[in-house]
């Protein structure tokens, strides 16, 4: 027994039973390189890529920079990535950074920052709010939660699927400390009037937020490439702050990020020092406090190794992808929402049930999100794909699948959810696992199938919604 893993062993395990448990540990996870993902990984196919990347990170993969002082070498990295960063962004002299673990948390310490500002300015007595419209990230909802503030999500255009303008006006108060701009926003991958955006909020003093986690590393390169990007960036006057992953489109391993202030003051209020314990001096510019430097040595390798021609040369691999598919799914019927001017597509379907489609594709080994759309706004359901460069060599193969899914989708009833509904009426701590059993999902596993849930989360209540889905974690084997 106290061999097996889970148990710490008391002769410690060979490096060969180590490799062997982990890589028997990775038997069902799916396999980035093939293709048939479109969320998740920004899969390059480049093999010299990774390689440089990781030796990087294995370089670098002990040190820690919660003292900058003892590894003033992420200093000089960091610096470099938010220069280059900076340079894509058209930021000017006083621009500076922060390098994170994930668009979440550079979105946090957007609003952290803007959050202390607005306190300094406006006093302590009210609950700060932050304004977005209705498709900005969650990340925001979370920063929310987590710094008690008010979420405040503006309804879209039901017909361009974008902010309307208008009502952003009327949602900013006395007591907005932040306005989010999504470029492009993640459900439809649309790019916010930024421009129009910042003329509103300049002349009341609000802090602008644009969340670029998405589009930072690639709106750039689709611009260089004659596409018609509107401007988004650090080059509008009214922006303070804007993130970038560079773990999406910058190709990096997971775990990196930029938040780019306009100016120093701004970061100031970013960061988070105290001396008030007998302990080390304790300053915080992220929200983790001790953190390797392995993410940032691979950030810095990647974003040197590809350099602009690299950038150049993926970004039109997804271009002829998203030809072909685009393609394949006009052909079929399916109805683009958003204005596809970016590497993000979604449809929907006017004569299949687009959540049994997900199902049917999954089988086929393609993994497309689900999205629940807007009941209120008459926004159906739809999919999400994000689009990288691996995809140019499956195209074909997926569009073939996508035919015979769509035959096979069309005989499929609507998942019917009126029971489960009745259910969900007068629902207890005690009876969640029942719920979990009708859905499919009541061993813990995650689902075969993901229709009847997609269908159900689209007219839950939200907080009911949520709370099953937290219990399901915490459950889950
Ligand atoms: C991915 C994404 C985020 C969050 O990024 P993580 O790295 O997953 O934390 C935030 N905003 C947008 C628009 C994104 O696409």
């Known amino acids: 027994m106290s061999d097996t893993p889970g148990h710490l062993p008391k002769k410690p395990l060979s490096p060969e039973e180590i490799i062997d448990t982990l890589k028997s540990y990775s038997a069902s996870d799916d396999e980035p390189g093939r293709g048939g993902l479109f969320a998740y990984v920004y899969e390059t196919g480049l093999e010299d890529l990774k390689d440089i990347a990781h030796k990087a990170y294995n370089l670098y993969a002990e040190k820690n920079a919660l003292d900058f002082t003892v590894f003033p070498s992420v200093l000089k990295m960091e610096r470099d990535i938010f220069n280059i960063v900076s340079e894509l962004l058209h930021g000017g002299e006083g621009v500076t950074g922060v390098f994170t673990s994930g668009g979440t948390e550079s979105n946090f310490l957007a609003v952290y920052a803007a959050r202390n500002y607005f306190r300094k300015k406006k006093g302590l007595d009210v609950v700060p709010e932050i304004v977005m419209p209705m498709t900005a990230h969650p990340s925001f909802d979370k920063a929310g939660d987590y710094l ?109 990020s930029t938040l780019l202030f306009r100016d120093g003051e701004l970061k100031l209020y970013s960061i988070y020092a105290s001396v008030k314990w007998p302990g080390y001096i304790f300053i915080n510019p992220t929200m983790l406090s001790s953190r390797s430097l392995g993410p940032v040595a691979a950030a810095w390798a990647a974003i040197h190794y590809l350099g602009e021609e690299g950038y150049i040369s993926l970004t039109r691999k997804i271009l002829n992808a998203k030809n072909k598919i685009m393609n394949g799914f006009e052909e079929l019927g399916f109805k683009l929402l958003g204005d596809c001017l970016t590497t993000v ?40 794909l994000t689009l990288m460069p691996i995809h140019e060599t499956i195209s074909d193969e997926f569009v073939k699948d996508l035919k015979t899914a769509v035959e096979e989708a069309r005989e499929m009833p609507r998942p019917n959810i009126e029971p489960i509904l009745t259910l969900l009426e007068n629902i207890e701590f005690e009876n969640i696992g029942d719920i979990l059993n009708l859905v499919g999902v009541g061993g813990g596993e995650p689902p075969k199938e993901t229709a009847l849930i997609n269908e159900l989360i689209r007219v839950m209540p939200p907080e009911l919604a949520e709370y099953i889905l937290k219990y399901f974690v915490v459950y889950m084997k």
Request: with cysteine; hydrophobic share 40%; charged share 20%.
């Open 345 to 384: 597509l979604a449809y929907t379907h006017p004569s299949i049930n687009i959540f049994n489609l997900v199902d049917v594709m999954m089988k086929r080994g393609w993994h497309l999100q689900a999205q629940p759309g807007v009941p209120e706004l008459d926004i159906p359901p739809n999919i999400h």
């Open 148 to 256: 008690g503030m008010r979420v405040k999500r503006i309804p879209i255009d039901p017909d361009t699927l974008k902010l309307n303008l208008n009502l952003l006006d009327e949602y900013i108060t006395d007591e907005t400390a932040i306005v989010i701009a999504s470029a492009p926003d993640w459900p439809f991958g649309n790019i916010d009037p930024v421009k129009e955006i910042a003329e509103i909020t300049s002349e009341k003093g609000v802090w602008l937020h644009v969340d670029a986690c998405l589009g930072g590393f690639i709106l750039p390169f689709l611009k260089k490439l004659g596409i018609n990007i509107p401007d988004f960036d650090l080059s509008i006057d009214g922006v303070y702050s804007i993130s970038a992953d560079i773990h999406k489109y910058g190709y990096a391993p997971k775990g990196a």
